[in-house]
């Protein structure tokens, strides 16, 4: 099971600077480093994260579920300027559902000390249209940020 420890808000400083990449990931669909699949139901990406690597602001917007896939510590920042810290375990999973209109960005970074590595799974088939992915992602001819 994993452990999560809230940790306080940023200063408002930096929660204000936040706000605007925020902003700017709410088009962002991009929910993980490599898009490995993709078919009329789901769409299936990998998060790899190397100790200190991050994936930048992206936003959620359908249905999904991660899993972890190795065991590490993860820093994340969401737009209430919230931050969570985690340890995972390997076979944590999670799944999340959001409603009409309801979304979800943040950031993920590997705080721990060994390579990071999820499985998520997105449904196609949800409340919320899914958001638009570059085209070159969906090649698989470039990383997804």
Same mark, same amino acid.
């Given at each position: ?7 306080? !808000?940023?200063p408002?400083?930096? &929660?204000?600077?936040?706000?605007? @990449?925020?902003a700017? $990931?709410?088009t962002?669909?991009c929910? +993980?480093?490599r ?17 200190g ?14 899993? !972890?896939?190795?065991?590490?510590? &993860?820093r994340?920042?969401?737009? @209430?300027?919230?931050? $969570? ?5 390997? +076979? ?17 970074a ?15 088939d949800? !409340?919320n ?17």
């Amino acid at each position: 099971m994993t452990r999560t420890t809230e940790t306080a !808000a940023l200063p408002p400083d930096l &929660a204000q600077n936040l706000a605007q @990449d925020f902003a700017a $990931a709410r088009t962002n669909g991009c929910v +993980g480093t490599r898009l490995l699949s993709e078919d009329a139901r789901c769409r299936v990406w990998t998060i790899v994260l190397a100790p200190g690597e991050r994936i930048g602001f992206h936003t959620h917007v359908l249905d999904y579920f991660w899993t !972890a896939v190795t065991a590490g510590r &993860a820093r994340s920042q969401y737009g @209430d300027g919230r931050v $969570a810290e985690v340890d995972y375990r390997a +076979g944590d999973i999670q799944h999340l559902s959001f409603g009409a209109g309801e979304w979800m960005t943040h950031d993920l970074a590997n705080i721990g000390q060994t390579e990071l590595i999820f499985t998520t799974v997105e449904f196609l088939d949800s !409340a919320n249209a899914p958001l638009d992915l570059p085209a070159e992602i969906r090649r698989g001819t470039a990383k997804a940020a």
